[in-house]
């Protein structure tokens, strides 16, 4: 069993930054894919981006440009640095795992999830 934790989440006024943090809880990350994902207020959840241990990475077009998706050299945390902050991207941020040696791109399809963290955008 996989434990993730997220942190980093909070309040930004539009056009702010903030970095998320996903560690897991038995320390280094042992699945070949992670994702982050988010949920806004009845809305599905919907994958923004995606980190393969082989280096690939995928964004969602609504973030590409704006959100960048990062490991450490150890694989102990993934980050997730968003900038030019949009009201549009309030939600619930979560960071997933998955065994895959290919890009997932369909939050169903993760094995292991955090609780979240809360990222709201507002003046």
């Known amino acids: 069993q996989v434990h993730l934790v997220e942190s980093g989440g909070g309040l930004v006024q539009p056009g702010g930054s903030l970095t998320l943090s996903c560690t897991p809880s038995?320390?280094?990350?042992?699945?070949?894919?992670v994702g982050w994902h988010r949920q806004a207020p009845g809305k599905e959840r919907e994958s923004i981006a995606c980190?393969?241990?082989?280096?690939?990475?995928y964004y969602k077009d609504s973030v590409k440009g704006r959100f960048t998706i990062s490991t450490d050299n150890a694989k102990k945390t993934v980050y997730l640095r968003m900038n030019s902050l949009k009201p549009e991207d309030t939600a619930v941020y979560y960071c997933?795992?998955?065994?895959?040696?290919?890009?997932?791109?369909?939050?169903?399809?993760?094995?292991?999830w955090g609780q979240g963290t809360q990222v709201t955008v507002s003046s």
């Open positions: 997933a795992a998955v065994q895959s040696s290919t890009i997932v791109v369909t939050a169903r399809l993760y094995n292991y």
């Open positions: 038995g320390g280094a990350f042992t699945l070949d894919a």
């Open positions: 980190i393969l241990s082989s280096g690939n990475i």
